[in-house]
């Protein structure tokens, strides 16, 4: 008997996590137009699983349709393969419908193009936990590579199969942390493949027996899981449109506004990155990880981190050219995740926002101290609340709120352990 193939589409979810539903391959060419239905209560699916509040009840139906140019498949040594799709939420009559996190983004690179001739250009680096290192080799360690067995060459195998170009995979600092980063892409492709990374991951793990965890932190008192955004623009002719050596920062003018309008927002956008109540666990001195709402250069511990440039040849280094967003982890969808950084840097380009001086002495504020306090900050920007629309902007917060209500009464380690079970 031949096995007959299944696809799946799915959307990183307001939970960040991949969920939708799956169908005979064989019936690709309608779903790519019909899509699947889903209940509009689908997306209030919590971090847990459970739905703990919608405003929607069991009522209404939206479809989701898959991307085409979103296709993953990867085949393992044993086992199906993996076919899925990254797809959009739309209405009945197809328009796009306010709550996809995927739309989200969408409209952000859209206005960003349209108002300022400016793409995306942007890599993420994730980091997650292995459960099948054997042992407790120490960290970067070539003893750490080799302990994690067939792990990182099955998962790059995986990427290349699905088109995605590895950058690098490397044992981290914590226990069993491993860390992949792929190659740059422009727009939505590149939040489309951090999803395809994290679930090729999983799949990768899952056929050795084993998991591998993104949870933002698996023990209070650890290392955490950091998913870092590397952006930067291209103009219209594809060009580098961020560096200017002769500026402050290396930036120029637009590159400038749009890293100010990041920074200017972080408080809220950490609502959005930092997305769960263990990311705040994460976001603590002395783990790597950022503490506060700024922007150094070359410096690993800042919110935003001007990345090094290697060599002195002038037009490699303006491709080289890039900023890390780090506060992000991988309870945020990357969908939302970059849609908001685009639609903050889209706020700053606007108000032709602009940065210190390097150097200048100034205190910088601390990042929000718990989800809580993130949520109550994104709840406060008027500007935020116009980017999401209202719709999804309400939706976003009743089912964050629901979830820090879920996990009220656990300690640390209890609620760490309840996002390493999910994540
Ligand atoms: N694990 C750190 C974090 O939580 C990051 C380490 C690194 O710089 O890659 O963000
Ligand atoms: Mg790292």
């Given at each position: 008997m031949e096995p007959e193939r299944i696809a799946f589409v799915g959307v990183s979810d307001l939970s960040g996590h991949f969920r939708g539903k799956s169908f005979p391959l064989a019936d690709l060419a309608q779903r790519l137009t019909h899509g699947v239905g889903l209940a509009p209560s689908n997306i209030m699916m919590s971090a847990f699983g459970p739905i703990h509040e919608t405003p929607y009840g069991t009522a209404g139906e939206v479809l989701l349709i898959p991307a085409a140019e979103t296709r993953v498949e990867a085949t393992f040594d044993e086992g199906p393969p993996e076919?899925?799709?990254?797809?959009?939420?739309?209405?009945?009559?197809?328009?796009?419908?306010?709550?996809?996190?995927?739309?989200?983004?969408?409209?952000?690179?859209?206005?960003?193009e349209r108002e300022a001739g400016l793409r995306l250009y942007s890599a993420f680096e994730q980091e997650l936990v292995y459960t099948g290192v054997v042992g407790t080799p120490l960290p970067y360690t070539l003893d750490a590579l080799r302990r994690q067995g067939r792990f990182g060459e099955t998962l790059l195998a995986a990427l290349r199969q699905a088109g995605i170009t590895p950058d690098s995979f490397?044992?981290?600092?914590?226990?069993?942390?491993?860390?992949?980063?792929?190659?740059?892409?422009?727009?939505?492709?590149?939040?489309?493949q951090a999803v395809a990374v994290?679930?090729?991951?999983?799949?990768?793990?899952?056929?050795l027996g084993h998991r591998?965890?993104?949870?933002?932190?698996?023990?209070?008192?650890?290392?955490?899981?950091?998913?870092?955004?590397?952006?930067?623009?291209?103009?219209?002719?594809?060009?580098?449109?961020?560096?200017?050596?002769?500026?402050?920062?290396?930036?120029?003018?637009?590159?400038?506004?749009?890293?100010a309008g990041v920074l200017q927002h972080m408080p809220a956008l950490t609502a959005v990155t930092a997305p769960s109540v263990a990311s705040y666990y994460r976001l603590q001195p002395n783990r790597?990880?950022?503490?506060?709402?700024?922007?150094?250069?070359?410096?690993?511990?800042?919110?935003?981190?001007?990345?090094?440039?290697?060599?002195?040849?002038?037009?490699?280094?303006?491709r080289q050219f890039n900023v890390e967003y780090r506060v992000a982890d991988a309870a945020a969808s990357p969908h939302l995740a970059l849609g908001a950084l685009v639609h903050a840097g889209?706020?700053?380009?606007?108000?032709?926002?602009?940065?210190?001086?390097?150097?200048?002495?100034?205190?910088?504020?601390?990042?929000?101290?718990?989800?809580t306090e993130a949520l109550d900050r994104l709840a406060a920007s008027p500007d935020a609340r116009g980017w999401f629309g209202d719709g999804l902007f309400d939706l976003y917060?009743?089912?964050?709120?629901?979830?820090?209500?879920?996990?009220?009464?656990?300690?640390?380690a209890e609620i760490c352990r309840r996002y390493a079970d999910v994540y």
């Open positions: 076919i899925f799709f990254c797809g959009d939420i739309v209405t009945l009559e197809g328009a796009p419908w306010g709550g996809c996190p995927r739309g989200f983004l969408k409209r952000g690179l859209e206005a960003l490397l044992a981290e600092y914590g226990p069993g942390q491993y860390e992949v980063t792929v190659k740059p892409a422009i727009g939505v492709a590149a939040a489309d994290r679930e090729l991951a999983r799949a990768a793990a899952y056929r591998a965890i993104f949870a933002p932190i698996l023990t209070p008192d650890g290392v955490g899981n950091g998913t870092h955004i590397h952006f930067s623009l291209l103009d219209a002719e594809s060009a580098p449109a961020m560096p200017d050596p002769a500026r402050p920062h290396g930036l120029s003018r637009l590159g400038e506004h749009f890293v790597w990880a950022p503490t506060e709402v700024n922007l150094a250069a070359v410096d690993r511990g800042a919110g935003l981190r001007i990345c090094p440039l290697i060599g002195d040849d002038e037009a490699s280094r303006r889209l706020d700053g380009i606007r108000r032709e926002m602009t940065l210190p001086d390097p150097g200048a002495s100034s205190d910088a504020e601390p990042l929000p101290a718990s989800l917060l009743q089912l964050k709120r629901a979830e820090v209500r879920a996990l009220e009464g656990l300690d640390a």
